[in-house]
């Protein structure tokens, strides 16, 4: 990070420091009547204790609230640390401007009516920028922010009608304000307690990267949960998540808008693959974030990360005395491919000496301890003999109808297992008991009542310890963008933009230090015949246009094709293609290659492709079935230098056909070592062509015995 960047870095987190921890507000636009939106912020911070100053501003009325209400800021006995703005879009760009005037820190602008409504929109908040000029900007057209570590309420919400909002280490940074107050009501209901919720909605300034880059530092943030729409700003996002995991603090994301639309449209096998939201699989992956797959997801893997316990393995116990909701999380674990295994010799022998008759059902998990749901010491002793069995990583206890009778003895039981064991323990509410749950949340059990919500829970303090092992992998540069005197960048400079044609691609290639085919590229049936012979053996006729890529659609690939047989085979492919392009808008092409023939490895893709989210690899099976067979892995690449040989080959090992590279039932063994330095090289070429580059592909990339190499036998370049 450069010195610039840390210090915007650092007057950011100050302006944060006072938007989020204020000694006094502002309340633009503050309505008398608390029924109204625009009269709940100024009854919010009474209500939840703000012990700043509050500084309603109306010009109608004198008094609010108790409180004595000023005619406009420039009034104001003091300037606030926070204007929240509650006019509508016609005024608030005058009102933020008077607020940055008189040095406000920040500004928080609920009124709606901006980028959400189209250009007339977006040029409305472009206005509301400038005019907040250096102060910063929370919104437009958010729910504004709830700071319940200190009592701060700078919110609208209707979810802050709720008397008892717990305080706890989880933090909420939402791209909806909907969203925000719907995850605090129910987290509440839950007894789950909340840090910190920010609504960034528009993010005309502030957004998603700034407010978990902020959180990082936040000692009362231990998880911080994201509700995505998009992201901004992917770079800095990537930098604030990798931060969060160097602190030892998860991040949890659940991210909309999943569909795979335009990749039918993709110029290449690897557009195709790598849709949006397989990128942002990768991102989160790369950063150690937990994806969410659904919105329940969320808050349940947040709540089981906040316990702050490791999960070490996939052995689970689960402890019942209802043998049905038992048999429904054993089976919700066992798809996700956790393990049940029935308790070892000494475990049950524990437990056996705990019944007064011997009727549990002690040779099999879930385990069925006979009146444990009634005898809450029975309980309390069943949980830590399973927390400290070394056959199980996990303990979940299913609260069935009993403890409905008395959940208070039933939560205490629980919660006093916690201390012997630092292994994760959650709680399956059978009965539609809500109460119970809550006061399982308040007690820091993590209580859930799905039992796919179980199986959530565990899934994602297991990634988090994956992620954890794996930490940041960091790139050594090589070739860089900025590096325009490597050879690679002055060959690259003088190339065309759009498509290049297979030759012109597999010499970008060669400059990179790929492997190619042999191969010549011809005009006639006469020229075409001679670079067979010169090739000797069967060879592979293409055409070579740089406006018709997938040529095995139009006809234009003949394999093993005897030399003697080139011209008359060149013959029929030129009308096979002009049939089919003949209603395209197409060129005819008027070039083709002879190559030589490749047997005997494995066909692969390797493919390069910009999205808004950085620069993509991918990795997958190749030939012409790559997207139907769709065994592929992305990777986005580092802002600087290429990949290292060690990611390539966990790749690799990601792929579901990785065996049929590593010698799968007798196949002789590829040349892995080639295989992992034809990624790097290939990421490095992304790197030396910086933004000119588009799209780049392999496919198929020959993958021969090992001590024999690989073999780019196609490519596609797109250049801007």
């Not at 007057?11 to 309505?31: C, E, F, H, Q």
């Not at 820091?444 to 992998?473: D, I, K, N, R, Y």
């Amino acid at each position: 990070m450069s010195k610039s960047e840390s210090e915007s870095q650092a007057k950011t987190a100050l302006a944060l420091d006072r938007l989020l921890r204020p000694r006094s507000v502002a309340v633009i636009g503050a309505s008398a009547d608390p029924s109204k939106t625009a009269g709940r912020p100024v009854a919010y911070l009474q209500k939840h204790g703000f012990s700043g100053a509050i500084y309603p501003i109306n010009p109608r009325v004198d008094t609010l609230a108790g409180l004595t209400c000023y005619p406009s800021v420039s009034a104001l006995p003091q300037v606030p640390d926070v204007g929240l703005v509650l006019v509508g879009p016609e005024r608030a760009e005058a009102v933020v401007r008077e607020l940055a005037a008189c040095g406000t820190a920040a500004a928080i602008v609920l009124a709606g009516g901006y980028t959400e409504t189209g250009e007339a929109g977006a040029r409305r908040q472009q206005a509301l920028k400038d005019a907040a000029g250096n102060m910063r900007l929370l919104g437009p057209n958010t729910i504004g922010l709830v700071n319940l570590t200190d009592g701060i309420t700078l919110s609208a919400s209707g979810a802050l009608e709720i008397k008892d909002l717990p305080a706890g280490n989880i933090a909420v940074i939402s791209q909806s304000g909907g969203i925000l107050g719907a995850l605090l009501s129910r987290a509440a209901a839950r007894g789950i307690g909340f840090s910190k919720l920010v609504s960034t909605s528009n993010e005309a300034d502030l957004e998603v990267a700034d407010i978990l880059d902020y959180l990082v530092d936040d000692d009362a943030t231990q998880v911080i949960a994201l509700y995505i729409e998009t992201l901004r700003n992917p770079v800095k996002f990537r930098r604030a998540a990798e931060r969060a995991r160097l602190a030892g603090k998860s991040v949890v994301a659940f991210k909309v808008g999943r569909s795979e639309q335009g990749a039918a449209a993709a110029v290449s096998h690897t557009g195709a693959l790598a849709g949006a939201d397989r990128v942002y699989d990768a991102l989160f992956a790369q950063a150690g974030v937990v994806r969410a797959q659904t919105f329940a997801d969320l808050l349940d893997m947040s709540a089981a990360l906040a316990s702050g316990r490791r999960l070490l393995g996939r052995r689970v116990a689960i402890l019942t005395s209802t043998g049905g909701a038992g048999t429904l999380v054993a089976d919700s674990l066992g798809l996700a491919g956790f393990e049940t295994p029935a308790p070892d010799a000494d475990t049950a022998s524990r437990l056996r000496a705990l019944q007064q008759k011997d009727q549990a059902a002690l040779d099999r998990n879930p385990i069925d301890v006979t009146l444990a749901g009634l005898q809450p010491l029975l309980l309390r002793g069943a949980i830590s003999i399973l927390l400290a069995s070394p056959t199980y990583d996990a303990v979940v206890v299913i609260v069935g109808s009993s403890a409905l009778a008395m959940p208070d003895l039933m939560a205490d039981a629980i919660h006093a297992s916690l201390p012997g064991s630092a292994k994760p323990l959650l709680a399956y509410v059978s009965p539609h008991a809500p109460e119970v749950a809550r006061l399982l949340g308040l007690r820091g059990v993590p209580a859930f009542s799905a039992p796919e919500s179980c199986t959530a829970a565990f899934t994602a303090l297991l990634m988090q310890e994956e992620a954890s092992a794996h930490g940041v992998q960091k790139a050594t540069p090589h070739l860089t963008a900025n590096d325009q005197g490597s050879p690679l960048a002055l060959y690259a400079a003088g190339l065309p933009a759009g498509s290049l044609d297979e030759h012109e691609a597999k010499q970008l290639f060669v400059q990179a230090g790929l492997g190619v085919v042999r191969e010549s590229v011809v005009r006639t049936a006469a020229e075409a015949q001679r670079a067979a012979e010169a090739l000797g053996g069967p060879v592979v006729l293409k055409l070579l246009s740089p406006h018709i890529l997938h040529k095995s659609e139009v006809g234009g690939v003949a394999v093993n094709v005897a030399a003697a047989d080139v011209a008359a085979r060149l013959a029929l492919m030129k009308d096979a293609v002009q049939d089919a392009v003949k209603d395209t808008t197409a060129k005819l092409p008027d070039a083709w290659l002879v190559q030589e023939m490749v047997s005997g490895g494995n066909e692969m893709l390797l493919g390069l492709q910009r999205d808004p989210l950085g620069m993509v690899l991918l990795l997958g099976m190749g030939g012409v079935t790559a997207e139907l067979l769709d065994d592929s892995v992305l990777r986005l690449l580092p802002e600087v230098g290429g990949l290292q040989p060690a990611e390539a080959r966990a790749m690799l090992h990601a792929l579901k056909t990785w065996p049929l590279l590593n010698g799968y039932r007798g196949r002789p063994l590829a040349d892995v070592d080639a295989l992992v330095d034809a990624i790097v090289r290939f990421s490095q070429l992304a790197d030396a062509l910086g933004e000119r580059l588009l799209t780049a592909e392999i496919n198929p990339l020959f993958v021969l015995p090992a001590g024999q190499g690989v073999r780019a036998a196609d490519g596609v370049v797109v250049l801007t």
